[in-house]
Every structure is written in C-alpha cells, then in structure tokens.
C-alpha cells in the first residue's frame, strides 16, 4: 500500500516555540509539524533550535538556512497533524 498523493503546496509557516511550525496549504489547511522529528543528520539543526528562526517557504516547501535544509510539502502534510489554534504565546520571536 502506497502512501497517497499529495498535490498541495505550503504557502506559509509560522514557527512556535519546542521546534514546533505551524504550516499553511495552499488547500487552506493548517497543519502543525514538530521538526525535531525529522531524521537524518541533515536535520540536526532542526533538531537543537539553530535553524528554526530562518524558517521560510521557498516554491512550496519549507526550508531553513537559505535552502540548505528543505522538506517537500508531501513530507509535512503526511508527519504533521490538523491544528486551527494558534495560541500567540507559543510563537516565536
């Protein structure tokens, strides 16, 4: 069983604060992703706080660091759950 197809671009990110991102489709679904989850060393710096504040959308996914580190929207939809509360206490910056 294959994992479904996904066609939805990410048109915004907000990053809260535990390495949490809420992310915006271009469905208008909003999703919250941890990426501290994502594996791999090229996601260490995700994983220790470095890269969130350079968080941006670039073509529909969600990259750090100037493009150095990215995540297809596919990726964040599938590991990410609904969320529609965005409590301001909880951004960062």
Same mark, same amino acid.
């Given at each position: 069983m294959g994992v479904p197809s996904f066609s939805s671009r990410?048109?915004?990110t907000v990053p809260f604060v535990g390495?949490?991102?809420? *992310? !915006?489709f271009a469905?208008?679904?909003r999703? %919250?992703?941890?990426?501290t989850q994502a594996s791999g060393p090229a996601f260490s710096s995700l994983r220790d706080g470095t890269a969130q504040a350079t968080v941006r959308v670039e073509h529909g996914f *969600? !990259?750090?660091l100037d493009g150095e580190i990215? %995540?297809?929207?596919?990726?964040?939809?599938?590991?990410?759950?609904?969320y529609n509360d965005a409590?301001?206490?909880l951004m960062v910056g």
């Open positions: 990410i048109v915004g390495g949490m991102l809420l *992310v !915006s469905s208008g679904e999703h %919250l992703f941890d990426t *969600v !990259s750090w990215d %995540l297809a929207p596919g990726y964040v939809y599938e590991h990410s759950v609904v409590p301001e206490d």
